[in-house]
């Protein structure tokens, strides 16, 4: 099969990752744009992004590009791409997507209008006037941004981020995709310690097991597009096969911990779950009396903040304290998510360098500190 466009919708702030990952992974990328970036590759080269991305929050196949202003504009240009390229008789092809800025304004016009001109397109290909889809599902999605109409297949089904070890969570559990691009951003080497003093249900923890383990975020789980009539079982095998065989035994030292008894016993489970029980222990303790005799450690964290939390003051007095515990640890590092603007004020020391992101519909920023370096000879 020829090239086609693959886009990775991410996070925004997380576009440079992506095209990281995707250089790692031998791909050039195509466009990065704000929440997406793309790049040209096979059905093969789909599977192998679903197994491996870790900060992507899916894996989509673009049918089709263009500009439109009005509903017959849209129903003749989706006409007029080839969907019978992807979709079979019966193939079940729901619409959904979103309209922003826009002259089709309207989210469940749009859905219909697109709807409708496949089904006529496809009625043309296969000279059938009704189709039953009752074979595999190609979930299509469309964006309509400042006219811009973009419609692709979706080739995941749930999130990338729903890695398959974290089967029950805390309250308000951290992104996997955005715990994995914290750790990426960090300087954190693994010859020395790793701390997560909020650790929560242990995502952040466990997703710097597995990408200092160079474990793909997929093997645990299966992928919609697994179901396609374009897919090939021996492929996927082997690609799993490839992924298991690039796994370290790399000996780590992660520091998991958190001030809640019943949210540690979560995280012990999900530790479990994902295979790095014996490098990820969680255990009781409060974030404001951590210390350690060693020395170049990091510390990743995303404790509570303004929108957790009833009392904002009862926030800010946290940020204090973790601020006068830290400032003992002089050669570590520090990388810290949190929404509140005024964070640098709270912790008593200004962020060598602060990176914006969405935690959901939550601005943050990723308040980085950095220690002393270690010896080139580590």
């Given at each position: 099969?020829?090239?086609?466009?693959?886009?990775?919708?991410?996070?925004?702030?997380?576009?440079?990752?992506?095209?990281?990952?995707l250089k790692w992974m031998g791909y050039d990328t195509h466009k990065v744009e704000d929440g997406r970036v793309?790049?040209?590759?096979?059905?093969?080269?789909?599977?192998?992004?679903?197994?491996?991305?870790?900060?992507?929050?899916?894996?989509?196949?673009?049918?089709?590009?263009?500009?439109?202003?009005?509903?017959?504009?849209?129903?003749?240009?989706?006409?007029?791409?080839?969907?019978?390229?992807?979709?079979?008789?019966?193939?079940?092809?729901?619409?959904?997507?979103?309209?922003?800025?826009?002259?089709?304004?309207?989210?469940?016009?749009?859905?219909?209008?697109?709807?409708?001109?496949?089904?006529?397109?496809?009625?043309?290909?296969?000279?059938?006037?009704?189709?039953?889809?009752?074979?595999?599902?190609?979930?299509?999605?469309?964006?309509?941004?400042?006219?811009?109409?973009?419609?692709?297949?979706?080739?995941?089904?749930?999130?990338?981020?729903?890695?398959?070890?974290?089967?029950?969570?805390?309250?308000?559990?951290?992104?996997?995709?955005?715990?994995?691009?914290?750790?990426?951003?960090?300087?954190?080497?693994?010859?020395?310690?790793?701390?997560?003093?909020?650790?929560?249900?242990?995502?952040?923890?466990?997703?710097?097991?597995?990408?200092?383990?160079?474990?793909?975020?997929?093997?645990?789980?299966?992928?919609?597009?697994?179901?396609?009539?374009?897919?090939?079982?021996?492929?996927?095998?082997?690609?799993?096969?490839?992924?298991?065989?690039?796994?370290?035994?790399?000996?780590?030292?992660?520091?998991?911990?958190?001030?809640?008894?019943?949210?540690?016993?979560?995280?012990?489970?999900?530790?479990?779950?994902?295979?790095?029980?014996?490098?990820?222990?969680?255990?009781?303790?409060?974030?404001?009396?951590?210390?350690?005799?060693?020395?170049?450690?990091?510390?990743?964290?995303?404790?509570?903040?303004?929108?957790?939390?009833?009392?904002?003051?009862?926030?800010?007095?946290?940020?204090?304290?973790?601020?006068?515990?830290?400032?003992?640890?002089?050669?570590?590092?520090?990388?810290?998510?949190?929404?509140?603007?005024?964070?640098?004020?709270?912790?008593?020391?200004?962020?060598?360098?602060?990176?914006?992101?969405?935690?959901?519909?939550?601005?943050c920023n990723i308040f980085q500190y950095y220690g002393a370096r270690p010896p080139k000879n580590s």
């Amino acid at each position: 099969m020829d090239k086609f466009e693959i886009v990775i919708p991410c996070i925004f702030g997380l576009e440079a990752l992506i095209a990281k990952e995707l250089k790692w992974m031998g791909y050039d990328t195509h466009k990065v744009e704000d929440g997406r970036v793309t790049f040209l590759g096979t059905f093969e080269d789909v599977a192998k992004a679903n197994l491996n991305l870790r900060c992507g929050e899916r894996v989509l196949i673009k049918i089709g590009e263009f500009t439109a202003t009005s509903f017959e504009e849209l129903f003749e240009k989706t006409k007029a791409l080839d969907w019978s390229r992807w979709l079979s008789k019966n193939s079940a092809f729901p619409v959904k997507g979103f309209c922003l800025k826009s002259t089709l304004a309207s989210m469940r016009d749009c859905q219909a209008i697109i709807k409708k001109a496949v089904v006529s397109s496809l009625s043309e290909k296969y000279g059938i006037e009704w189709f039953e889809e009752d074979g595999v599902s190609y979930q299509i999605q469309f964006s309509v941004m400042k006219d811009l109409v973009t419609l692709m297949i979706d080739t995941s089904g749930d999130g990338l981020h729903k890695r398959g070890y974290r089967r029950i969570s805390n309250a308000a559990p951290l992104k996997e995709t955005i715990a994995a691009a914290m750790v990426m951003l960090s300087f954190w080497k693994y010859e020395y310690p790793l701390c997560d003093p909020f650790c929560g249900s242990g995502t952040l923890p466990i997703e710097a097991a597995m990408f200092k383990r160079n474990i793909a975020p997929g093997l645990m789980r299966t992928f919609a597009c697994e179901g396609f009539d374009q897919s090939d079982p021996v492929m996927w095998s082997r690609l799993r096969e490839e992924a298991e065989s690039k796994r370290r035994d790399t000996p780590l030292t992660i520091l998991a911990s958190d001030i809640d008894p019943a949210t540690i016993e979560i995280a012990k489970e999900n530790a479990r779950i994902a295979g790095l029980s014996d490098v990820i222990k969680p255990q009781v303790a409060d974030a404001t009396k951590f210390t350690s005799d060693i020395r170049y450690g990091s510390i990743i964290c995303n404790p509570p903040y303004g929108e957790r939390l009833s009392d904002a003051k009862e926030c800010q007095k946290l940020y204090q304290n973790i601020g006068k515990a830290f400032e003992k640890l002089p050669d570590w590092s520090y990388y810290i998510l949190t929404s509140d603007e005024n964070f640098e004020n709270n912790f008593g020391r200004k962020a060598d360098k602060r990176r914006k992101i969405y935690n959901g519909m939550i601005k943050c920023n990723i308040f980085q500190y950095y220690g002393a370096r270690p010896p080139k000879n580590s």
